[in-house]
């Protein structure tokens, strides 16, 4: 038997994404920071709450603002969702959906749980309003794959064991397991508690490495689930790829990873 292992995109092993909440003026320096050191990430936008506030991005800056970046739903009004009438919630996410992905031009498919507030009742009903992940809030110090996409908890907050995590995970070689690191905050936090230098230092130590994939929140899942498409022979002695991205796998062992191009069918054997 052809032994098969799924890998990210560009056939790394590791995998790094970030997650920004409520969309206030300091994703400016954010963003800066994370295009200067290549790193993308996922921020998180309440369309309710811009016009009135000062201190929120507006959403004739998006385009530019979050260029590489992905923008994602946190709810119109940033309510503690498990307290509403689930009717209530419904319309809360998908008004989001609407009002941002009139400034995006793109299917906005992602959510950070507004106060990470949610219920059974509200992950059961995400799938139907078009949601592919939702994030919840808290820590797990850890690097493997997330079991439940609507309970994706992340590595961890940036003001705990930022550098540790990003030390442990740079270190990490075994080329037998996906890891991924995830990191969330508020960008405002940084102004806040006057440790801008700590994300630049993160970035500093994660940034430009061979062995790891930059994703947005949602390029993780879309690379998950285009693997998932991958069909294979019976025997995989041949693949056929029926997305329109290229995927990779690595084929018994081998050192470089075998490129599985969008629409075509490769020998492994
Ligand atoms: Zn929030």
């Not at 954010?30 to 709450?49: C, I, V």
């Not at 507004?114 to 992950?123: A, F, M, T």
């Not at 309970?151 to 930022?162: F, K």
């Not at 929140?217 to 998950?224: R, S």
Request: with cysteine.
């Amino acid at each position: 038997m052809i032994k098969v292992y799924y890998c990210f995109p560009g056939g790394k092993h590791k995998a790094l994404t970030l997650s920004y909440d409520d969309g206030k003026l300091q994703d400016r320096r954010l963003s800066d920071l994370f295009n200067r050191y290549g790193l993308r990430a996922t921020f998180n936008l309440n369309s309710g709450l811009w016009d009135a506030d000062e201190k929120r991005i507006k959403p004739e800056e998006f385009r530019t603002l979050y260029a590489g970046h992905e923008i994602a739903c946190h709810t119109v009004t940033h309510p503690t969702i498990e307290r509403c009438p689930l009717p209530n919630v419904a319309q809360e996410i998908l008004e989001d959906r609407v009002a941002l992905e009139k400034w995006t031009g793109y299917p906005v498919r992602g959510l950070a749980y507004p106060n990470g507030s949610l219920s059974r009742d509200i992950v059961a009903m995400l799938p139907a309003l078009g949601i592919r992940y939702a994030r919840v809030v808290g820590s797990s110090d850890s690097f493997g794959a997330p079991e439940d996409p609507y309970r994706w908890q992340a590595t961890c907050h940036h003001n705990h064991r930022l550098l540790e995590n990003a030390d442990a995970f740079t270190a990490l070689f075994k080329k037998q397991y996906l890891y991924l690191m995830y990191v969330w905050g508020h960008s405002y936090e940084f102004d806040d508690r006057n440790n801008w230098d700590l994300m630049e230092e993160f970035c500093k130590r994660v940034g430009g490495r061979e062995d790891t994939w930059y994703c947005t929140n949602i390029a993780y899942w879309d690379a998950m689930d285009d693997l998932k498409r991958l069909r294979f022979a019976a025997d995989n002695s041949f693949v056929f790829n029926p997305n329109a991205a290229d995927c990779f796998i690595r084929v018994n062992d081998s050192e470089e990873a075998v490129c599985v191009p969008g629409g075509e069918t490769v020998r492994l054997d």
